[in-house]
């Protein structure tokens, strides 16, 4: 694909120059993301999963870091954007970092402990959120990837930052995932949060709405939370208890977020998509559900490449990302990924990131994995502690093309496919499955090998993970 592609990227990067002056404004933010959250006992090979589909319009780009382990000083402390200020510990984990420079709510982690944390905004009710020294929006799910060894941990250190600085978006649900559970922090405007587990033998489809329903704060294994959440809807309206029992979702909304049939239809397209049972668009989906069939990885690059093929909504437009119903892969998708987390493994290669750059429907999902010593070259534009610095005041010239850093190259062979995807889809969707299946089914005998090396070296099989990463990446690259 990529030597038939290559020759008109010159042409792609040339149409990017001409266009790089478009702004964000007319970016609907209410509609970006996807996720799946999948327990151990629901997986074919007793991981936790996370599904991403990671949406943004406008003119984005993505950098992948690898950020060490770190000492810190007494006196040492993070920034937040908008002036507050938070302590850091003694250390902090090493994680991978797929970084957007600019953006408040975009980037994504996988920590060395296997904690893997992504995001879809949900819309909330409240307009009157209160907040401690301007509140925290951004560095939220650094600080947890940083701090947190399991996925509840996690969820703890959000919600106890939430509750000191209050949270300064509408609302998102944070998907957050480990190797032993998998849970979504949904937080509000404000100081106010709620948290759940995803049981076991469940899996869990999210869009762009608060989708935890019924809650019982007394039942601390499976719920987190605000204390006064229910109280607080009450007294604001939201809630009458004679109407019912309490349910998070319909309590702290945005009305309108749940009705949007964007919202419905991927929810909908994404449950019919793990057979359990049979829902239709008008009703009330789960938090989420036992699947019909024990869930691959396969099964979820599958969900995250979805259009609505086969179904009333599939778009009557060659481009499939052409639809005023947005799919789960869409024209935003700026990367894609499956995190999958392994309790019986060292994290070190037992988490790992199947990601798909740009979108998954026009890119093989390759692995990455936690121990890594370093990003294939390429991947990152400048050094892990620069971006930290200068993310929210980038390079002027930071979404201009270059060939050299690799989302360029993604995204121009993407804009190639999707300008005549009936001419190139089966042709890519071909290689693709290739290089995927080739990767699925040599995972176990590279990983067995990777073992017998930790045992002996544990610096030469951080190394094998490290040169496999590269190799497949080179080859999505080059092929």
């Given at each position: 694909m990529?030597?038939?592609l290559?020759?008109?990227?010159?042409?792609?990067?040339?149409i990017?120059?001409?266009?790089?002056g478009?702004?964000?404004?007319?970016?609907?933010?209410e509609?970006?993301c996807f996720?799946?959250?999948?327990?151990?006992?629901a997986?074919?090979?007793?991981?936790?999963?996370?599904?991403?589909?990671?949406?943004d319009?406008?003119?984005?780009?993505?950098n992948w870091?690898?950020?060490?382990?770190?000492e810190h000083?007494?006196d040492?402390v993070?920034?937040?954007k908008?002036g507050?200020i938070s302590?850091q510990?003694e250390?902090?984990n090493?994680?991978?970092?797929?970084?957007?420079p600019?953006m408040?709510?975009?980037?994504?982690?996988l920590?060395?402990?296997?904690v893997?944390?992504?995001?879809?905004?949900c819309?909330?009710?409240?307009?009157k959120?209160?907040?401690?020294?301007?509140?925290i929006?951004y560095?939220l799910?650094?600080i947890?990837?940083e701090r947190s060894?399991?996925?509840r941990?996690a969820?703890?250190?959000g919600?106890?930052?939430?509750a000191?600085?209050g949270?300064t978006?509408?609302?998102?649900?944070y998907?957050?995932?480990?190797?032993d559970?998998?849970w979504?922090?949904?937080?509000?405007n404000g100081?106010h949060?709620?948290?759940?587990?995803?049981p076991?033998n469940?899996?869990a489809?999210i869009p762009?709405?608060?989708?935890?329903g019924?809650?019982?704060?007394?039942?601390?294994?499976?719920?987190?939370?605000?204390?006064?959440?229910?109280?607080?809807?009450?007294?604001?309206?939201?809630?009458?208890?004679?109407?019912g029992?309490?349910?998070f979702?319909?309590a702290y909304?945005s009305?309108?977020?749940?009705?949007?049939k964007s919202?419905?239809?991927?929810m909908w397209?994404?449950i019919?998509?793990?057979?359990?049972?049979?829902y239709?668009m008008?009703?009330?989906?789960?938090f989420?559900?036992e699947p019909?069939?024990k869930?691959?990885v396969?099964d979820?690059m599958k969900?995250l490449?979805?259009?609505y093929?086969e179904t009333d909504?599939?778009?009557?437009s060659?481009d499939?990302?052409?639809?005023n119903i947005?799919?789960?892969?869409?024209n935003?998708n700026?990367y894609?990924?499956?995190?999958?987390?392994?309790?019986?493994?060292?994290?070190?290669?037992?988490?790992?990131?199947w990601?798909?750059?740009?979108?998954p429907?026009?890119?093989?999902?390759?692995?990455?994995?936690?121990g890594?010593?370093?990003?294939?070259?390429?991947?990152g534009r400048?050094?892990?502690d620069?971006a930290?610095?200068?993310?929210f005041n980038?390079?002027?010239?930071?979404?201009?093309p270059?060939?050299?850093l690799a989302?360029?190259r993604?995204?121009?062979e993407s804009?190639i496919i999707?300008?005549?995807y009936?001419k190139h889809?089966?042709?890519?969707m071909?290689e693709i499955k290739a290089?995927?299946?080739?990767?699925l089914?040599n995972?176990?005998?590279?990983?067995?090998?990777?073992?017998?090396?930790w045992?002996k070296?544990k610096?030469?099989?951080l190394?094998m993970l490290?040169?496999?990463?590269?190799k497949?990446?080179?080859k999505?690259l080059?092929?």
């Amino acid at each position: 694909m990529k030597k038939i592609l290559f020759k008109h990227l010159i042409v792609v990067f040339a149409i990017l120059l001409i266009n790089s002056g478009c702004s964000n404004n007319n970016i609907h933010e209410e509609f970006n993301c996807f996720s799946i959250l999948v327990g151990n006992k629901a997986t074919s090979d007793g991981s936790v999963m996370l599904a991403h589909n990671e949406d943004d319009g406008g003119r984005q780009v993505v950098n992948w870091y690898k950020v060490p382990s770190l000492e810190h000083s007494p006196d040492e402390v993070i920034h937040f954007k908008n002036g507050g200020i938070s302590a850091q510990p003694e250390r902090t984990n090493s994680y991978l970092w797929l970084e957007m420079p600019g953006m408040s709510f975009s980037d994504s982690y996988l920590n060395q402990y296997g904690v893997s944390i992504a995001s879809d905004v949900c819309a909330s009710r409240e307009n009157k959120g209160i907040f401690t020294d301007g509140g925290i929006g951004y560095s939220l799910r650094r600080i947890m990837a940083e701090r947190s060894k399991t996925a509840r941990e996690a969820v703890k250190i959000g919600g106890s930052l939430i509750a000191k600085y209050g949270y300064t978006s509408s609302g998102r649900t944070y998907c957050i995932a480990g190797p032993d559970e998998a849970w979504m922090l949904s937080v509000v405007n404000g100081k106010h949060w709620m948290a759940q587990r995803v049981p076991d033998n469940h899996v869990a489809v999210i869009p762009n709405y608060y989708t935890i329903g019924e809650i019982d704060l007394a039942d601390t294994v499976n719920f987190l939370g605000s204390a006064d959440i229910i109280e607080y809807a009450i007294e604001r309206g939201w809630y009458d208890p004679d109407n019912g029992p309490f349910s998070f979702r319909k309590a702290y909304s945005s009305p309108w977020s749940l009705k949007a049939k964007s919202n419905v239809a991927r929810m909908w397209r994404g449950i019919y998509l793990l057979p359990g049972e049979n829902y239709k668009m008008e009703d009330e989906f789960p938090f989420s559900f036992e699947p019909g069939h024990k869930l691959s990885v396969k099964d979820l690059m599958k969900i995250l490449r979805d259009h609505y093929e086969e179904t009333d909504l599939q778009p009557d437009s060659p481009d499939p990302h052409k639809n005023n119903i947005m799919s789960i892969c869409s024209n935003t998708n700026q990367y894609g990924f499956i995190a999958q987390l392994r309790s019986d493994m060292p994290p070190e290669f037992g988490a790992l990131l199947w990601t798909a750059p740009r979108r998954p429907c026009t890119q093989s999902f390759i692995p990455w994995y936690s121990g890594i010593l370093k990003v294939p070259d390429g991947f990152g534009r400048n050094t892990y502690d620069q971006a930290i610095d200068e993310h929210f005041n980038p390079s002027p010239d930071i979404h201009t093309p270059v060939p050299e850093l690799a989302y360029w190259r993604y995204y121009g062979e993407s804009e190639i496919i999707i300008d005549d995807y009936e001419k190139h889809s089966e042709k890519v969707m071909t290689e693709i499955k290739a290089t995927e299946s080739y990767l699925l089914n040599n995972q176990d005998v590279f990983e067995k090998k990777v073992f017998e090396a930790w045992e002996k070296d544990k610096q030469k099989a951080l190394q094998m993970l490290t040169d496999y990463t590269a190799k497949w990446v080179k080859k999505t690259l080059s092929n």
